[in-house]
């Protein structure tokens, strides 16, 4: 009822809304997000859709492991040539205009929606990856010999991998590449693209499952467009992992609701690149990987660009220049510039009004806009016009305490011909991704020739035993297993006793 108290938390209290009380059904569910207090509704059809698909896959698992690696090897080729059928695809495609009309009627981004050729073409690159890949599973890390027995450390399938993807058709050669490994698959994808994946699953996915012997349910799609349908999915315990990935906020309470159900969870929500220029960097390298890392918006664009201050003179206009050059490839460009700094820039840059490509259509903003430094740390997600900001630093070490403290501390590159240099920042930046050139490279297919299931920022703190690129091959556990020579092995020193007759 409204006004109805909910503890969290352990000591606040958080208090049912009007609309939401007027919106609860019987057998609908109610998660509270013990982290935020966040009340979040979950119609009844929505739990059904998350539970009978977790079943599924639940259920999956239990049988992959009478599933040979050749049969899991046989289910990314027919997947992929599935994909590659004209025909197949002519029928993928047509539900991908309907999604992306409705969504440019609905005033969404549909820079990642499309389902071009150059996307159909990765999506097979990479099912043919995870098809040639060698199989993780029953990998003997180490072998450890006692006098009458060994102990070998085995890779093993980890279980239920349950996912959450932002509106974007090319997902599926991410998420079921936890297959490789023996694990099973259940995903929602953004409402946006919803009527893709539908005929992805039915046209290829479910197809090549079958045609491969794999068990039904190995890969399913929560098939609901409902936010809800995703908390349900990831409150369920019998998860083995939960990934997300899309917006920030989304992501953290997706995260949070994974954790109180005991499940654990990566990541992949805020991003974008930093990048640094010091007293000795060199002003070409600058200028192309300023302009290199600006091609299209994802989490690796370049985000903030800070320049040292004995050179931000010279690197200043070059800087801007690689801006605007982006911004004639694409639509338009905007810059954030911090507060301090905006005098810096050319009268033109600070008195010109731009048109802007948002989401919602071509709009008319300053080109240059001032920032507090606390701004620093967000994310601009662009639609077609590079969108970045601009510190100038006395030095990099002020640049990596900007980064340490604001950032989502994701990935930073410093532009600098000085050795030294570069093997401080590497140690002192707190990112799991440093380089010396374009962001770009930021990206499992391309830096790792595996799909990414996504790429963790250190926003909560580093990740405990493996690398910040989480990719198919890479969600497993380790089994201990036992080979013993010797079968009068004690551990109390006993002789074997006589057998009874």
Not at 176 to 198: E, K, M, P
Not at 241 to 263: F, K, N
Not at 316 to 342: M, N, S, T, Y
Request: contains cysteine; negative net charge.
């Amino acid at each position: 009822m409204p006004g109805q108290a909910v503890p969290f938390g352990g000591d606040r209290v958080a208090y049912v809304s009007p609309e939401l009380a007027a919106a609860f059904r019987p057998g609908d569910r109610l998660v509270v997000v013990q982290e935020a207090g966040d009340l979040l509704h979950v119609p009844a059809i929505d739990h059904a859709a998350a539970e009978g698909a977790v079943a599924r896959v639940t259920a999956a698992f239990a049988r992959m492991g009478e599933v040979s690696d050749a049969a899991i090897t046989a289910f990314f080729d027919a997947f992929a040539t599935r994909l590659a059928d004209d025909a197949v695809w002519a029928t993928i495609a047509a539900a991908n205009v309907v999604d992306v009309e409705s969504a440019r009627a609905r005033g969404r981004s549909t820079t990642r929606l499309v389902a071009s050729d150059a996307m159909r073409a990765d999506m097979i690159a990479g099912l043919h990856a995870w098809r040639d890949a060698e199989a993780p599973r029953g990998r003997v890390l180490e072998t450890i010999r006692h006098e009458g027995w060994s102990l070998e450390q085995v890779t093993a399938p980890l279980g239920p991998v349950g996912f959450v993807f932002e509106g974007r058709p090319n997902v599926f050669a991410d998420a079921t590449g936890v297959i490789r490994a023996g694990n099973t698959v259940v995903f929602r994808i953004g409402s946006d693209a919803l009527g893709t994946a539908r005929a992805i699953v039915a046209q290829a996915l479910d197809p090549a499952l079958a045609e491969a012997g794999l068990p039904e349910g190995a890969a399913v799609l929560v098939d609901s467009a409902a936010h809800a349908a995703g908390w349900a999915m990831f409150a369920d315990p019998r998860l083995a992992l939960a990934v997300a990935r899309g917006s920030g906020p989304a992501v953290s309470q997706l995260g949070a609701i994974a954790r109180q159900a005991g499940t654990p969870v990566s990541l992949h929500g805020t991003g974008g690149a930093w990048m640094v220029a010091d007293a000795t960097a060199d002003a070409e390298r600058f200028y192309a990987t300023v302009f290199h890392s600006l091609d299209r918006k994802v989490c690796n664009s370049l985000n903030v660009c800070c320049i040292v201050q004995s050179r931000a003179d010279e690197l200043i206009p070059l800087f801007l220049a690689a801006l605007q050059r982006a911004g004639e490839r694409r639509r338009g460009c905007k810059l954030h510039v911090a507060q301090a700094d905006f005098a810096r820039l050319p009268k033109a840059w600070r008195t010109a009004r731009a048109t802007i490509t948002r989401a919602e259509g071509p709009v008319q903003e300053p080109l240059a806009e001032p920032i507090a430094d606390v701004d620093l740390g967000r994310e601009w997600e662009w639609e077609e016009s590079p969108e970045v900001s601009l510190k100038i630093v006395a030095d990099v070490a002020e640049a990596v305490a900007l980064f340490n403290a604001l950032s989502p501390r994701f990935a930073a590159t410093l532009i600098s011909q000085d050795p030294a240099a570069h093997d401080r920042f590497y140690a002192t930046v707190d990112a799991p991704f440093v380089g010396d050139g374009f962001t770009r490279w930021v990206d499992g297919q391309y830096a790792l020739n595996r799909p990414e299931l996504g790429l963790s920022n250190w926003q909560h703190g580093r990740l405990f035993a493996r690398g910040g690129v989480l990719a198919g091959d890479g969600v497993f556990t380790v089994r201990a297993r036992v080979r013993q020579a010797d079968s009068h092995l004690d551990r109390g020193g006993a002789p074997t006793p006589p057998r009874a007759d």
